[in-house]
C-alpha cells in the first residue's frame, strides 16, 4: 500500500492563483481531512468528508473548496491565493473515527 | 481556537532520560490521541486513549487521561535520539462528530 499521497510536494504561487492539491488513499477509508499547518503551530482543520459525495467545514475552511467523488480521491482546491494561505497542508484518512493517517504534506508558499 | 493545549512548548533531555509531556482540553471527549511529527515529515499516530481509560502503554510510551481535570499526559521512557521529533495531542470532542482538534505540540531534542 501507499497509504496516503500528496502532490505536489512543494509549491509557489502568486497572489491572485488558483490551484489543487491532490491526496489519494488506496487503504479503502472512509474519512479523509485537510489540514494546514503554520510555523511552531499545531494542525487546524480545513475541510473533511466522512464518505463519497458528502463534505463538510473544519476550523478555517474560507478560501478553500474540496469534493469528494470516489472513495479515493480528495482534492482540495485554492480559489485565489493569498499570502496568509502560505502553509504545509496535510492529507489524512481513517477507517474508524479518529485514528488518522497522513500524507507527507505540500509545501505552499504564495507571494 | 485550538481545543488541546500541550506544555511545555519545548524540552531537551539526555538520550535515556524519561520525557513527560501533558495536554489540557477545554471540553467533553470521546477520547484523545498523540501524534508525532518528524521535522518535514506527516504526523505518525502513537496512541489512542478512550475517555473511560485512564491509562495507556505501547512499547515505550504511556499515557494518562484525568477526563475530571480535563487534561492528559505522555511518557517518553528511555528515551532515544530517534525520539527526537514534536508530539501533538489530538481530541475528538463528543461535540465534533469525528473530527479532531490538534494541540499546539511539544518539541522534544533528545541528546546523544
Known amino acids: 500500500n501507499a497509504g496516503v499521497t500528496q502532490t505536489p510536494k512543494f509549491q509557489v504561487l502568486k497572489t491572485g492563483q488558483s490551484m489543487t492539491l491532490q491526496c489519494a488513499q488506496d487503504?479503502?477509508?472512509?474519512?479523509m481531512s485537510w489540514y494546514r499547518q503554520d510555523p511552531g503551530m499545531g494542525l487546524r482543520l480545513i475541510h473533511y468528508s466522512v464518505g463519497a459525495g458528502i463534505t463538510d467545514q473544519g476550523e478555517v475552511p474560507n478560501g478553500y473548496n474540496v469534493s469528494r467523488s470516489t472513495t479515493e480521491d480528495f482534492p482540495l482546491r485554492l480559489l485565489s491565493a493569498a499570502p496568509s494561505q502560505t502553509s504545509v497542508y496535510f492529507c489524512a484518512s481513517s477507517s474508524t473515527l479518529y485514528e488518522q493517517y497522513f500524507g507527507p504534506g505540500t509545501r505552499l508558499t504564495v507571494t | 481556537s485550538q481545543q488541546g493545549e500541550e506544555d511545555p512548548q519545548a524540552l531537551s533531555i539526555q538520550e535515556g532520560e524519561n520525557a513527560t509531556m501533558n495536554c489540557s482540553y477545554k471540553?467533553?471527549?470521546?477520547?484523545l490521541q498523540w501524534y508525532r511529527q518528524n521535522s518535514g515529515r506527516g504526523l505518525v499516530h502513537l496512541i489512542l486513549?478512550?475517555?473511560?481509560?485512564r491509562e495507556k502503554h505501547s512499547g515505550r510510551l504511556r499515557v494518562t487521561l484525568d477526563t475530571s481535570k480535563k487534561s492528559s499526559s505522555l511518557l517518553i521512557t528511555a528515551s532515544r535520539a530517534a525520539d527526537t521529533a514534536s508530539y501533538f495531542c489530538a481530541t475528538g470532542p463528543k461535540a465534533a462528530g469525528n473530527k479532531l482538534t490538534f494541540g499546539g505540540g511539544t518539541r522534544v531534542l533528545v541528546k546523544p
Open positions: 487503504m479503502n477509508h472512509e474519512y
Open positions: 486513549i478512550r475517555s473511560n481509560e
Open positions: 471540553t467533553s471527549i470521546n477520547n
